[in-house]
């Protein structure tokens, strides 16, 4: 039996026999799946690259941002319509080439889905852009002026593989400035873009050639002719993957990476009642297995304050509790060697410990799925083997945890937070000066809003470039007018 | 412990046994160490592993090798230990393992039977040369201790170590080599994989080859470990045949551990990766590493090894190389390291880097 065949990328303006295709082997033994993705030569890059400049100037540049809007309003409609076929090959291939469990794949496409519509991108583009007309023509400025946001000519995105969809926060990002795009995809998971930039086309013919959707080995030659023609290049991935890119863009060419991030939860003694407590739990173990810790988001330390009727071991024991059950709703992805030897390494070294003293206990038996370590000692913040393997660690108040993250600093991203009122902007103001970017409630941690500042930067303003005509010009202009007495 | 240590000598000795006589020996030193190793014994409890439920060595649990750094794995007070080898810190920064050895009566057994018939082959003493440095200048390790009793044992007065501190001393070696090669005389070159790549870089930088005479062999063991540049297993045979003048199948590459006290070898590499066999006093199983099961037939799993020799700390170990069963033995496959985060979630072995940088 040969593995069914999906061919990926988008390529406006280049027929499939002038490509040549990189054959990749995805899935799993039991449905594998294989995929093909467009390596371009340097000249065929650089039409590319005119191509997308050019129909962009001419069919998107032009249109308002509230018509773009529209328009991915429909195309997100249709993604989020279960009987429409192009949602239907999504949560076909998207388990397949990623190995997530569908039923995962699907609850969590739908949640995404739900902030790229009409209302959500209005609000997306609001977050940025007090005035969003502002992309559309110049607007005056209150102090005297004019002043316009011009989106690039041409943005690269690499995209990354951990989480199914991801590419389409940075794609549509790209449609509301209006720039033509470029995108790489991840050998992971090459489905999702490839999908969305047909999607577009179908709903929207005009779009035809603003953007591809294309691939190259990491490291690649390819990467310097793709950044050489860049106005901007948007990069996700490892921090040593994206130094490596950084090195390939000009100087002259604005580089926006998002790298390795590390996110946790807390759990105030408040949350923390007999009838409560489970509850928190819960939705604590839904951030944990979705997409099995994959994402930057994904928390990977849980610190529970002590005090409350539902103590941190309870917690804990709550918690494995949750993640034991989330398996047969939401089961995990089957490991590889190497991740199952990983995930082996980090139980046991807290196994080893648990034999030097008693502040370290492993809940539950279950050796194949999740795992929840809970220590009565500080433990410091530091990554685990992902895969629903999860530390909780006991503190006597929610202030301890401070010094517990400032190592990771330049890492942190998402804090869950389950805490009353009286705690949010005081623990807010710290966490955010501990270097977090992003606080929100359990369950909620991999399922950011439209509109969030991702690692604490603006979706959409870093990628346009600002264009102002001073009061002076205006005011000289008026010496220039044939009525002038 | 003595009457174990004369039983761990006798089987040794013996040029076979069954499998009922590796079984029941394993079992009698498994009881001995969950009746005499605390740790060992709370992590047997905690599998739920004890003496009177494990009726076959399969079932004895895998100690993890990183529990040789966190747990003190002897069944004696170790400073009463004749000699205490450590890893080479590799993984884990500055922890080292530790195994903990009270007489070294086993572990030399082990060695010296095992070497005469996988290296020697028929031959009693030949000339050797050693690419590490002595066990006076590394008393913890155990490939010096390991290349030492090569020395006395099986090397004729003319052998020598040709690393110091200062370094390989190249022009020596190469006197040596061409004595060999000029009185026809067998030479064994013996040591690091890395030192090999070292020796390598400095013969070409001076132009040299050897063509050594019949009966002379190379053994490497322990791989690159960031200590040289990595070469492809397929490259290094190549351009240590070709610079040293011997075949491929003489090409011998020992696998050990530190915290092991027996020995893996080839019969050459030919081809790679080679087949490693044991001795009969130790047996390898493929597992997954999270259930502790073998893998089905023919799948890469996690290597598990079972060496009696390990009388003092634990019988059975699982490491952290892929490995793939080939005819009677195995084939490496390389380390089961984390396998790459895939986007920008952090995971443990890019935080490591982090945390040291």
Redesign the interface.
Known sequence: MTAPLFKAGYLPGLNDAEVTWHRLNVGTPEAPLQVEVPLLSPSQMTALAQRVQHASRTHLKPMAVSDIVRVLDQATARLLDREDAVRQELERLLPQVTGFDAEMVRLNLHAYLHTFRGLQLQRFVAEDFANPKVLDEFQPRTQGGWTRALGPELLVHVWAGNVPALPMWSFVSGLLVKAGSIGKVASAEPVFATLLAKLLVEVEPRWADCFAVVWWPSGAAHERTAFALADVVLAYGGNTALQAMQAHVPVTTRFLPHGHKLSFGMVSACALSVRKGPGVARQAALDVARYDQQGCYSPHVFYVQRGAAVSPQDFAQHLAHELAGLQHKLPRRVLSLEEAAQVGAWREAHEFASLNDNSTALSGTDRSTSTVVYSDRPLPLTAGPLNRQVLVVAVDTLDEVLPLIAPQRDYLQTVGLAAAPGELLPLGEALGQAGATRICALGAMTSPEAGWHHDGRFSLLDLVRMVDIEASTEREAERFTPYEV | MNALVSELLAFIARPEVSDDDFNALALTLFAHQFEHNL?FQ??CQ?R?KTPRLVKSWRDIPAV?I??FK??TLSCVPPDTCARTFMTSGTTRGDVKGRHFHPSMAVYDASMLNNFAQHVMQGSARVRLGVLFPTEVLMPNSSLAHYLALAIDHFGTPDSAYYLDENGLRTEALCEALQQAQESDEPFVLLGASYSFVHLLDALQARGQTFQLPAGSRLLDTGGFKGQSREIPMDAFYAQLSATFGIHRDQCLNMYGMTELSTQFYDAGNQTVPSVKRGPHWIRSRLV?????HDVPAGE???LAHTDLANFNSVVTILT?D?GQARDDGFVLLGR????????????????LK??QA
């Open positions: 740790p709370k992590f905690g739920g993890p990183n529990a966190d747990l997954d590493p999270l259930t502790g890469r799993g996690i952290e892929v089961a390291q984390g396998a790459q985060a895939k986007g920008c979630s952090l995971a443990v072995d890019d935080f982090a945390a």
